[in-house]
């Protein structure tokens, strides 16, 4: 366990923010946080969790899965927030049926995606994905997309042309490939094509390339939870992520504690690293800021 030495830890407000420690919301993400290889949450994470709620801190979820795959976190977390998930896009309240936010991709731009990915040299590399009224659409059943299906627990649809999907805005855009070197050439590429004030881009992990309306990012999904929802300052906030998908949020707490098991990049946002995933890391963390005070 060790604390993350970066630049932005110098800022007065985050410094007396963990001096402090007035955390009254916990956003946490999934893969890779709160859950490992074994795509559950551990017994020793549940308890730290619950005895942060015991002590009256509100705990929500913010994740790049899809609403449905998400829900079952969300309720073993106990939490009585909305659920954020694709990347903040969907902000829905399970207790209501409530969709707070909605922030698609056009089909304009979902289509320029399709038609890039699409290209002779990266179509037979690339699953893509569509995300449409929390239903997975794709061209066809690859490896790769039973893998991620099997693991999210969900039923993709397989339409042959994607194009015939796009009747709708889609939530989320995503490609995924096992070479990890390609995804990282494809985000470099489209990052000079379109501006962020077009789209959102990003990887939640090494093999997933993701697109979303330029609005959306878990930092801004915290923010409607905290300052919309809560009546919170930033300084109330604690985030916990390992990926790049999560920076956002991780600027934007009080308190961002990034697992030790997040690339060196992503650690270099928060103000703490926590243990791995495997370690356990979330109890840490928890324990560190906000079961001390």
């Known amino acids: 366990m060790q604390k993350a030495s970066v630049a932005h830890l110098a800022s007065a407000s985050r410094q007396e923010a963990i001096a402090?420690?007035?955390i009254q919301l916990l956003v946490l993400d999934i893969d890779g946080t709160i859950a490992g290889e074994s795509n559950q949450i551990r017994p020793p994470v549940l308890q730290a969790i619950e005895a942060a709620r015991a002590k009256g801190v509100r705990v929500a979820i913010a994740t790049g899965r899809m609403y449905r795959s998400a829900l079952r976190f969300h309720q073993a977390i106990a939490s009585d927030l909305p659920l954020c998930a694709y990347q903040g896009a969907l902000i829905k309240d399970p207790a209501t049926q409530n969709v707070l936010r909605h922030l698609p991709v056009s089909r304009q731009l979902a289509s320029q995606l399709l038609d890039y990915f699409e290209q002779s040299e990266l179509?037979?590399?690339?699953?893509?994905?569509?995300?449409i009224n929390d239903q997975l659409y794709v061209r066809e059943l690859t490896e790769e997309t039973k893998l991620y299906a099997q693991r999210c627990n969900i039923e993709p649809i397989a339409v042959g042309d994607l194009r015939n999907a796009?009747?709708?805005e889609p939530t989320k855009v995503l490609a995924l490939s096992d070479d990890s070197d390609l995804i990282a050439r494809l985000h470099g590429?489209?990052?000079?094509?379109?501006?962020?004030?077009?789209?959102y881009l990003t990887t939640s992990v090494a093999t997933f390339f993701e697109a979303a309306n330029p609005l959306v990012n878990k930092g801004t999904a915290v923010r409607y939870l905290a300052e919309e929802i809560l009546g919170l300052q930033p300084s109330n906030v604690m985030t916990v992520g390992d990926n790049f998908n999560d920076v956002e949020m991780l600027a934007y707490a009080g308190i961002g504690v990034a697992m030790g098991n997040a690339p060196e990049k992503v650690q270099d946002f928060a103000d703490?690293?926590?243990p791995s995933v495997d370690q356990d890391g979330v109890v840490a963390a928890i324990e560190e800021f906000i079961l001390s005070q």
């Open 166 to 168: 796009l009747g709708e």
């Open 123 to 131: 179509r037979n590399l690339l699953s893509v994905h569509f995300y």
């Open 272 to 274: 703490w690293v926590a």
């Open 20 to 22: 402090a420690r007035d």
């Open 189 to 199: 590429t489209l990052q000079q094509q379109y501006t962020p004030a077009e789209l």
